[in-house]
């Protein structure tokens, strides 16, 4: 309603210092609460949506109430107004004729008038309380009535644009005002008009209502929405907590058993009860469950089997393979004593002899690594000197097939936690299947080493590999070209095996080739075993820059590509031409003084 409110004295509080211990305390505690709050909120279906549908309906009752709040305050006002209105426009037009008319001539005559008239103003039966003021309207000395008023009123109540009002015209105006009742204040209306008393002097006649009664009970309405508001929150808080609960609970169900058939228990199920859509939902999830057991089963068992025959296989024919091979030894001592034809087939007999050899051994490594039961026998080892005895090893038939073997090494070496047999034969598999597809062109080997890890990548520059085929390189059994003769005796199974001895130090096996440029094969290895590799020292494709080295004392690290590698890498500079002074000299991820640099 249409209220005069005095706005209370404002009190400064001084802002509290935030350098005080109690202030910080506060401050975190806000943030922990923040943080706590936002974490059940995104974690949290039911809270969140418990928590948006209360909010919501706070706010929809908000603005209700405050419609609601506004028009019955509006209608309050209005209906007392109309009445006060006509009440105080005919007890002071009442007034207004008995002083036009009054004869009096003195002031003990005038002011017996001016009591007894205005005892009818307080003798009205108005509905809301009322008092009056009798104000001069001019400074005149020979007045005989002084201000007069009612109750506790005094003539300051009257606002000065009311009286300005008054004083201009003998219509009557009104004001809100606020009206002092004992201790507390309220809300008031006052009405007035101008009157004229012996002898001849103007005056203001002003009538005042208290509608405290009416804010009282504006205010009683108001509390009794508020308290209906806050039921109706709890209500609606709770039926949207009970109904969100009863369908999130059976999707939180569904997704711990989904977690757990994850981590291998398939025999997990949901609970279901009833026969509604969450119901179904419950049999449909479990239907699946056990379809996806069954078959989990089953390639389970498979698997097995396959390992079980690989493995039994392997064993059985370890016997009559090691008297086929003495026998076939035997023959090919023998050769020079025999015919052409037997001569040859004695050769042919020892080397397919001695293939089926290397392939047996690669299938019992392969149905250890199955069966989970290789196990490594680390002990810390420089990389440097795996490469350099590999190297001692693959040099015959490198030079038989006339490639060049040349090994880049850092200054320091790269000593790591492995198991050096297992990774001899990683990069023997390595150099070998690069002196195989080498074309006859150099092959590089470069060692490097962080703080992290140390790697070697075996380069060639034969046929390449293409995007597709460096995706399965490491497949068992896998050829780019099935056509293309052996001359290594390979098995199929030697990047495999290789594979399957990275996982076990926890390294990284990658490769990276292009049709007609070459391949490039990079072994990443932590330094203590078990760590997480972050980068690699050594880039996996290879540095397409002409006559550039790495710049000494440079750290370098290249990103990991998983086991498929992304074509297209080239690192970051720094990089100096050769004839540089200092390149003679290269530091981390380099080469010692006199190495061929692999990337020339």
């Not at 009970?242 to 058939?261: C, F, G, H, I, N």
């Not at 040859?344 to 299938?363: C, G, K, M």
């Amino acid at each position: 309603m249409n209220t005069v409110e005095t706005a209370p004295a404002e009190s400064r509080v001084p802002e509290p210092d935030r350098r005080h211990p109690w202030h910080r305390r506060a401050w975190t505690a806000m943030a922990r609460a923040r943080n706590t709050v936002r974490s059940r909120w995104t974690r949290s279906l039911l809270f969140r949506t418990v928590t948006s549908a209360v909010l919501l309906t706070a706010l929809a009752l908000l603005g209700a109430g405050a419609f609601l709040s506004n028009q019955i305050a509006t209608g309050l006002f209005q209906e007392r107004f109309n009445q006060v209105e006509s009440e105080s426009l005919r007890g002071l037009n009442q007034v207004r004729a008995i002083f036009d008319s009054a004869a009096t001539t003195d002031r003990t005559s005038t002011r017996s008038l001016v009591t007894s008239t205005l005892k009818i103003l307080e003798g009205d039966t108005a509905l809301v309380p009322r008092d009056f003021v009798l104000v001069p309207l001019s400074g005149d000395d020979n007045l005989y009535v002084g201000p007069t008023a009612s109750g506790n009123l005094t003539s300051r109540i009257v606002p000065e644009a009311l009286s300005a009002q008054v004083q201009e015209s003998n219509a009557t105006y009104w004001q809100s005002i606020e009206v002092n009742a004992g201790a507390s204040a309220g809300p008031g209306l006052i009405f007035g008009t101008k009157v004229t008393l012996p002898p001849g002097r103007e005056y203001g006649l002003y009538l005042v209502y208290d509608l405290s009664s009416v804010q009282k009970t504006l205010d009683f309405i108001n509390r009794a929405m508020g308290l209906v508001g806050g039921l109706l929150l709890l209500v609606v808080g709770g039926i949207t907590w009970y109904v969100t609960r009863q369908v999130v609970r059976p999707v939180a169900a569904a997704a711990q058993v989904s977690e757990k058939l994850a981590a291998g228990q398939l025999e997990e199920r949901m609970v279901v009860s009833g026969e509604d859509e969450i119901a179904r939902l419950g049999n449909s999830f479990n239907h699946m469950a056990a379809s996806l057991q069954d078959q989990i089963n089953q390639l389970a068992t498979l698997s097995a089997m396959q390992q079980r025959f690989v493995s039994d296989v392997s064993h059985e024919l370890r016997t009559p393979l090691t008297t086929v091979r003495m026998a076939a030894e035997v023959l090919h001592d023998a050769r020079e004593d025999f015919d052409p034809i037997n001569k040859r087939s004695a050769e042919l007999l020892y080397n397919q002899v001695e293939r089926f050899q290397i392939l047996l051994n690669d299938l019992l490594e392969v149905s250890r690594f199955d069966a989970g039961v290789a196990v490594l026998d680390a002990e810390p080892t420089d990389l440097v000197s795996v490469a350099r005895r590999v190297i001692d090893t693959a040099t015959p038939h490198a030079e038989a097939m006339g490639s060049v073997l040349r090994l880049g090494t850092p200054a320091g070496g790269a000593v790591a936690e492995m198991d050096a047999r297992r990774i001899e034969r990683v990069v023997r598999n390595l150099v070998l299947n690069a002196v195989e597809h080498g074309e006859g062109n150099p092959i590089d080997i470069t060692v490097a080493g962080n703080e992290n890890a140390v790697a070697i990548t075996v380069r060639d520059r034969g046929i390449g590999m293409s995007p597709e085929a460096s995706t399965r390189v490491f497949d068992r059994f896998w050829r780019a070209d099935p056509a293309r003769a052996r001359t290594t005796g390979g098995s199929g199974l030697g990047l495999s095996i290789a594979m399957e001895d990275t996982r076990l130090h926890s390294g990284r096996l990658e490769a990276w080739g292009e049709r007609g440029v070459g391949s490039c094969f990079r072994l990443t290895l932590p330094r203590i075993l078990g760590d997480t590799i972050i980068a690699s020292p050594l880039p996996l494709e290879p540095i397409v820059l002409a006559d550039a080295v790495f710049d000494r004392g440079m750290v370098v690290s290249f990103p990991l590509t998983g086991e498929i590698p992304a074509i297209g890498f080239k690192p970051a500079p720094p990089l100096i031409p050769e004839e540089h002074p200092d390149a003679a000299a290269p530091g981390t991820g380099g080469h010692t003084p006199g190495r061929h640099h692999p990337h020339d």
